[in-house]
């Protein structure tokens, strides 16, 4: 089992930032990867960014350049560095792991940005 809990969302203001963590605890070992997903009001839950174990990234087009996902050197916690929010970027944040062909996810947080 893994366990992921989320911390760091909040309300902001447009155009300003916010930094999410994910910690992982349990057992992580072997875990794929790690991705932050977004579900809005009545929307799809979208996939915003993604960090392989090997340290590759890759974004979602309507957050490149804004937003970097990083994690440390354990392993342990994954991070979302969101800048230039915007109203749109308004969700439910979820961070999601992989590990051995089984899906995880956390309870999720909130974040809200304010025109």
């Known amino acids: 089992q893994v366990q992921l809990v989320e911390s760091g969302g909040g309300l902001v203001q447009a155009g300003g930032s916010l930094r999410l963590s994910c910690a992982a605890s349990?057992?992580?070992?072997?875990?794929?990867?790690m991705d932050w997903y977004r579900q809005a009001p009545g929307k799809r839950r979208e996939l915003v960014a993604s960090?392989?174990?090997?340290?590759?990234?890759t974004y979602v087009d309507s957050v490149k350049g804004r937003f970097t996902i990083s994690r440390d050197n354990a392993g342990n916690t994954v991070y979302l560095q969101m800048t230039s929010l915007k109203p749109e970027d308004t969700a439910v944040y979820y961070c999601?792991?992989?590990?051995?062909?089984?899906?995880?996810w956390g309870q999720g947080t909130q974040v809200t940005v304010s025109s």
């Open positions: 960090i392989t174990s090997g340290g590759r990234t």
């Open positions: 349990g057992r992580i070992n072997s875990i794929n990867g």
């Open positions: 999601h792991a992989l590990r051995f062909a089984v899906d995880y």
